[in-house]
């Protein structure tokens, strides 16, 4: 069956531009996180979506830093004026029941370079 | 504040070798989980572990879950370039099951 997938698979933005990046979870799954990770390093949360449930956004490092999941399917996370900070790779992540042990299925990734 | 420290941060070893990574916390997880991620890929779920004291065994690697339930470890036996990669611990904390706090990381590398 299909995985998560992400798009793009890379991104090379300018200093102060906006981005969009897409995540399509896995089909059923009702909860869907993003996390960054810089440099090949641990992951740091970011934003949770479960079912029609307010979004827990305590990871999100700024107020330039959005998301948003639509029909409780696919998920946009929104970066504006993007910063050189910014730079790390965007992972997004699905899992089927936030009462299990929340194992979670993970998409390839968007490379984000900020220029 | 990191609440989950994995050691060590790097290791190199020769096909064949024994090793252990741990991942250390001074909090309680309810359940804990370890990935494997390699480059340009997200990680890939290993085992959980949810018992204190617990043992997994998932052909040469070894999991076990602190009596406390605050660290854990990987040990993996005689060693192949196809375990190479980024290993991730991931605790759920009781009371937030839906968020998982990631560990550092330990970058693996076998070589032939």
């Known amino acids: 069956g299909a995985g998560v997938s992400q798009s793009p698979s890379n991104k090379v933005t300018e200093k102060g531009k906006d981005v969009e990046l897409r995540c399509d979870p896995i089909?059923?799954?009702?909860?869907l996180y993003w996390y960054r990770q810089s440099l090949g390093q641990g992951l740091e949360f970011l934003i949770y979506?479960?079912?029609?449930?307010?979004?827990?956004k305590s990871g999100l490092p700024s107020d330039r830093f959005s998301a948003e999941r639509t029909g409780g399917s696919v998920s946009t996370l929104t970066i504006q004026r993007t910063q050189q900070e910014d730079s790390a790779v965007y992972l997004c992540?699905?899992?089927?029941?936030?009462?299990?042990?929340?194992?979670?299925?993970f998409g390839p990734g968007t490379r984000l370079t900020v220029l | 504040t990191q609440l989950l420290e994995q050691s060590p941060q790097f290791l190199s070893i020769q096909e064949g070798e024994n090793l252990t990574v741990y991942c250390n916390s001074s909090s309680v997880f309810s359940s804990l989980q370890w990935y494997r991620q390699e480059p340009g890929e997200g990680p890939v779920l290993l085992v959980t572990?949810?018992?204190?004291?617990e043992v997994k065994k998932l052909k040469r690697l070894t999991f076990q879950f602190g009596d406390a339930r605050k660290d854990s470890s990987l040990h993996i036996t005689a060693a192949q370039p196809g375990d190479t990669g980024l290993y991730l611990c991931?605790?759920?904390?009781?009371?937030?099951?839906?968020?998982?706090?990631f560990g550092t990381g330990t970058r693996l590398q076998v070589t032939l």
């Open positions: 089909s059923g799954h009702t909860a």
């Open positions: 991931a605790g759920a904390r009781t009371g937030t099951a839906s968020k998982l706090t």
């Open positions: 572990v949810v018992t204190g004291g």
């Open positions: 992540a699905s899992s089927l029941d936030r009462n299990s042990y929340n194992e979670q299925f």
């Open positions: 979506f479960q079912g029609n449930s307010a979004p827990d």
